[in-house]
C-alpha cells in the first residue's frame, strides 16, 4: 500500500488555472502507474470515478477526451510526488479529485481534494 495526500484544491473561477499535487510514502519509480480520478458532486464516493490523466512509470500519460489540452499531468521524482496542471477550468470539472496509485496487484488512493469552479 501507498500513502498518498492531495492538496491544491479550492475555488477557482471558470477559465482559471489550478495545481494539484499528489506525495506520495513511497518512490515513485517503484509505482506502476500514478493517476488523477474524479467524482462529479452528487455520485457517491466509490460510484461513477472517472478517470481524468495518468502517467505510468515508463512517463506515458494519457488524457480524457473532456480535458486533453488543458490538463497537464507530471511527476517530479525527487519530490515523489505527481501533479495535475489544470488550465482554461470550466464548471464542469467541479468534482473531488483523488489520486490513485497502482502497483502490481495494489491499488491505493488518496482522501481526495476538491474542486470548484464558479463565478
Known amino acids: 500500500q501507498v500513502h498518498l495526500v492531495e492538496s491544491g484544491g479550492g475555488l477557482v473561477q471558470p477559465g482559471g488555472s489550478l495545481r494539484l499535487s499528489c506525495a506520495t510514502s513511497?518512490?515513485?519509480?517503484?509505482?506502476?502507474?500514478m493517476a488523477w480520478y474524479r467524482q462529479a458532486p452528487g455520485k457517491e464516493p466509490g460510484k461513477e470515478r472517472e478517470?481524468?490523466?495518468?502517467?505510468?512509470?515508463?512517463?506515458?500519460?494519457n488524457y480524457d477526451d473532456s480535458v486533453k489540452g488543458r490538463f497537464t499531468i507530471s511527476r517530479d521524482n525527487a519530490k515523489n510526488t505527481v501533479y495535475l496542471q489544470m488550465n482554461s477550468l470550466k464548471p464542469e470539472d467541479t468534482a473531488v479529485y483523488y489520486c490513485?496509485?497502482?502497483?502490481?496487484?495494489?491499488?491505493?488512493w488518496g482522501q481526495g481534494t476538491q474542486v470548484t469552479v464558479s463565478s
Open positions: 513511497r518512490s515513485i519509480g517503484s509505482i506502476n502507474v
Open positions: 490513485n496509485a497502482v502497483s502490481g496487484p495494489s491499488s491505493s
Open positions: 478517470l481524468v490523466a495518468y502517467i505510468s512509470a515508463g512517463g506515458t500519460t
